[in-house]
Nanobody, 123 residues
Framework: QVQLVESGGGLVQAGDSLRLSCAAS????????MGWFRQAPGKEREFVAA????????YYADSVKGRFTISRDNAKNTVYLQMSSLKPEDTAVYYC????????????????WGQGTQVTVSS
């Protein structure tokens, strides 16, 4: 069972940037897609971004497209989420997710979740 540990969250001002990291355990990290989701208070968890096993394909929610960038380093078993031009509506707990295939499929169930990291954007 893969274990995921997020880091990098914090309190920032609108317009600032922040980079989240997710370190994964296990030897199979490099053959699976990875993703980031977020959950704001009182709202359902929503998809933010995903990246294919090799990093050649990336996927983004419309709300973050052009502002967030997902990347991965398979040698370090780590996936990143670079967030720029942050807005107060980006405030949420951000979760790293291990996905079940080599690419992202919206209907596929997540294999494992991290514990989450809080991102708060003040106006």
């Amino acid at each position: 069972q893969v274990q995921l540990v997020e880091s990098g969250g914090g309190l920032v001002q609108a317009g600032d940037s922040l980079r989240l990291s997710c370190a994964a355990s296990g030897r199979t990290f490099s053959i699976y897609a990875m993703g980031w989701f977020r959950q704001a208070p009182g709202k359902e968890r929503e998809f933010v971004a995903a990246i294919s096993w090799s990093g050649s394909s990336t996927y983004y929610a419309d709300s973050v497209k052009g502002r967030f960038t997902i990347s991965r380093d398979n040698a370090k078993n780590t996936v990143y989420l670079q967030m720029s031009s942050l807005k107060p509506e980006d405030t949420a707990v951000y979760y790293c997710a291990a996905l079940p295939g080599r690419y992202y499929y919206p209907s596929a169930a997540v294999r494992a979740w991290g514990q989450g990291t809080q991102v708060t954007v003040s106006s």
